[in-house]
């Protein structure tokens, strides 16, 4: 049945549909995740953008282990004739989709923020149709789509709940990302120790870069909120100069040296952990010290 589907839509294929799906994968994509994060961290609420990144960044975390445990082929690796299309987007292992759970927790994550009705229909579209581009564009089994679903689901919904309980609770929260941040290290030494020791073909360049991330963030908000707490009140003019340079700092970052570092899983690692720590930082930092935050002194 799953083989149905997917030749389904290998036969309606058309250069409009391809335009169409292929703008629906992208609304699932790091860049414009990356965009819309900052946007709410410096400008809108410090703590509703951490929780919305926290959450997704979790939920991307999970799917990546799911993917390392089943590592499950993509249909096109499998079925002569599924052709696969925007290829650069599918890295790693096929099950659960990362495209669909990624959309889905972040689109209905907002749409629990928003609390807008028209905003929930909107969220729970572009969640289906993200799915849906997935299995059009040949890089995911049916499969793939619901258990991203099921899993963003289950993230936006309940992750999300409780990790804005847990920031207005130090003690807890600080439980929290102490246990985050150990355990996905334990897991990537683990990993680390099957591919290099064992010999087991493992790809772990998303797992490093999501893990990277995590820690540079987690790092960074904490160490903020103790020394400046900033706050995200300013003119209209220096929230949008603060977010282009910001902006265009993280991409630099995440982008930029991807062409100075050499080849490497570490420099990978480096290149997600400074891009973490620059924006929950390192530019909060840059923007008190340049007048375009203020800061409310220690965070208890």
């Given at each position: 049945?799953?083989?149905d589907?997917l030749?389904?839509?290998q036969?309606i294929?058309?250069?409009?549909?391809?335009?169409?799906f292929?703008t629906?994968?992208?609304?699932?994509?790091?860049?414009?995740?990356?965009?819309i994060?900052?946007?709410?961290?410096?400008?809108?609420?410090?703590?509703?953008?951490?929780?919305l990144?926290?959450?997704?960044?979790?939920?991307?975390?999970?799917?990546?282990l799911?993917k390392?445990?089943?590592?499950?082929?993509?249909?096109?690796?499998?079925?002569?004739?599924i052709?696969?299309?925007?290829?650069?987007?599918?890295t790693?292992y096929?099950?659960p989709?990362?495209h669909?759970?990624?959309?889905?927790?972040?689109?209905i994550?907002?749409?629990?923020?928003?609390?807008?009705p028209?905003?929930?229909?909107?969220?729970?579209?572009?969640s289906?149709?993200?799915?849906?581009s997935r299995l059009?564009?040949?890089?995911?089994?049916?499969?793939d789509?619901?258990?991203?679903w099921?899993?963003g689901?289950?993230?936006?919904?309940?992750v999300?709940?409780?990790?804005?309980?847990?920031i207005?609770?130090?003690?807890?929260?600080?439980?929290?990302?102490?246990i985050?941040?150990?355990?996905?290290?334990?897991?990537?030494?683990?990993?680390?120790?099957?591919?290099?020791?064992?010999?087991?073909?493992?790809?772990?360049?998303?797992?490093l870069?999501i893990?990277a991330?995590?820690?540079g963030?987690?790092?960074?908000?904490?160490?903020?909120?103790?020394?400046?707490?900033?706050?995200?009140?300013?003119?209209k003019?220096?929230?949008?100069?603060?977010?282009l340079?910001?902006?265009?700092?993280s991409?630099?970052?995440?982008?930029?040296?991807?062409?100075?570092?050499?080849?490497?899983?570490?420099?990978?690692?480096?290149?997600?952990?400074?891009?973490?720590?620059?924006?929950?930082?390192?530019f909060?930092?840059?923007g008190?010290?340049?007048?375009w935050f203020t800061?409310?002194g220690?965070?208890?």
């Open positions: 049945m799953q083989e589907i030749y389904f839509f036969k294929a058309h250069p409009g549909l391809d335009l169409f292929n629906m994968s992208f609304v699932a994509e790091q860049y414009l995740f990356i965009a994060f900052s946007l709410i961290y410096w400008n809108v609420s410090k703590k509703e953008g951490f929780a990144t926290f959450t997704f960044l979790l939920s991307s975390l999970a799917n990546e799911l390392l445990l089943f590592r499950t082929p993509r249909p096109y690796q499998v079925l002569e004739s052709n696969g299309k925007r290829l650069s987007t599918a790693g096929a099950f989709s990362g669909t759970q990624g959309a889905t927790t972040f689109y994550s907002l749409a629990a923020w928003f609390k807008k028209w905003f929930w229909v909107l969220a729970f579209i572009i289906f149709l993200v799915g849906i059009y564009l040949g890089v995911h089994w049916p499969i789509v619901l258990g991203g099921f899993l689901l289950l993230f936006a919904i309940w999300y709940r409780h990790i804005l309980i847990a207005e609770k130090p003690r807890v929260f600080n439980w929290m990302v102490g985050v941040v150990v355990v996905s290290m334990l897991i990537l030494g683990y990993l680390l120790y099957l591919r290099n020791v064992k010999g087991i073909a493992i790809q772990l360049e998303n797992y870069r893990s991330i995590i820690m963030s987690l790092a960074g908000y904490l160490i903020e909120i103790k020394l400046f707490n900033y706050q995200t009140q300013s003119t003019l220096h929230k949008w100069i603060r977010y340079v910001g902006l265009i700092g991409l630099g970052i995440i982008g930029g040296l991807k062409f100075v570092f050499p080849d490497g899983d570490w420099f990978v690692f480096v290149r997600y952990l400074l891009a973490g720590f620059w924006i929950s930082f390192l909060p930092t840059l008190i010290w340049l007048g800061k409310t220690q965070h208890n």
